[in-house]
T-cell receptor, first 111, second 116 residues
């Protein structure tokens, strides 16, 4: 199956530091989205970036998209302990109406 | 409150005993989808539905069935569950579907299934 890949798989930082997660994908896309999951619960949508956009901001989140490299990054600035969660990228497109999720990055923010 | 609900939340069953996991959304969404989540593999799409009576396979459809007889409901059926279907299952819905560049998915709370 075609699946995105997040990098790193796990990340541990101190509160106040920035956290950067990367996502690569394999097909052309309509958009790319980032989701957050707290400990086995349902995913919550964070931010969407369209294929014709290069950068997008939402509060402490900054997402970039490089369609030539088929990659995206999620930056969380001034992280808080409450940001501890798993983060997933999801892509749409590449034929059909499937949704492809990456394996996720587990972020741990130490207080 | 706008939400996606799933039932049951937890289920332990035995191999071969047919089961159904229900999913319902109250947002009049057209697109609904089922995913399974396994450690280290992220979420993998099982089936999705673009609208009533329109369903299609995701990446891992083997061993599952779905139906979409009403817009709000999208049950997942395991006709003969096997231990390799032990997983955490999520239902999700979105207004129009991923072909629209601004569409986002809303997720249910998950169903943890164990097949012995």
């Amino acid at each position: 199956s075609q699946q995105g890949e997040e990098d790193p798989q796990a990340l541990s930082i101190q509160e106040g530091e920035n956290a950067t997660m990367n996502c690569s994908y394999k097909t052309s896309i309509n958009n790319l989205q980032w989701y957050r999951q707290n400990s086995g619960r349902g995913l919550v949508h964070l931010i969407l970036i369209r294929s014709n956009e290069r950068e997008k901001h939402s509060g402490r989140l900054r997402v970039t998209l490089d369609t030539s490299k088929k990659s995206s990054s999620l930056l969380i600035t001034a992280s808080r302990a409450a940001d501890t969660a798993s983060y997933f990228c999801a892509t749409f497109g590449g034929g059909g109406f499937k949704t492809i999720f990456g394996a996720g990055t587990r972020l741990f923010v130490k207080a | 409150e706008a939400q996606v609900t799933q039932n049951p939340r937890y289920l332990i069953t035995v191999t071969g005993k047919k089961l159904t996991v229900t999913c319902s959304q109250n947002m009049n969404h057209e697109y609904m989808s089922w995913y399974r989540q396994d450690p280290g593999l992220g979420l993998r799409q099982i089936y999705y539905s673009m609208n009533v009576e329109v369903t299609d396979k995701g990446d891992v459809p083997e061993g599952y069935k779905v139906s979409r007889k009403e817009k709000r409901n999208f049950p997942l059926i395991l006709e003969s569950p096997s231990p390799n279907q032990t997983s955490l299952y999520f239902c999700a819905s979105s207004l129009e579907g991923p072909q629209f560049s601004t569409d986002t998915q809303y997720f249910g709370p998950g169903t943890r299934l164990t097949v012995l």
